[in-house]
């Protein structure tokens, strides 16, 4: 599933880069408790909304595609 693997790639490139989550949440707008559970390790397994995506790909400086695997492109 596409958007699976979208939350799991986001949740790999921020710990990659050692985002701190609380401020992500602050700058990206989303409540900690819901980013917690889409990208934190042993999370709940919730997905992102297209809205935090786009949120936290605005606060990161990154394109959300970079974060489509290239087989869920094609």
Do not use: Q, W
Request: hydrophobic letters at 40%; aromatic letters at 6%.
């Amino acid at each position: 599933m596409i958007h699976t693997d979208i939350t799991k790639n986001v949740a790999k490139y921020v710990k990659d880069i050692g985002v701190n989550l609380s401020e992500l949440s602050r700058k990206a707008e989303i409540p900690y408790s819901s980013l917690y559970a889409s990208l934190a390790e042993g999370g709940r397994g919730r997905e992102l909304r297209a809205k935090e995506l786009v949120s936290i790909c605005f606060v990161l400086r990154i394109n959300p595609m970079n974060f489509v695997d290239k087989k869920d492109k094609e």
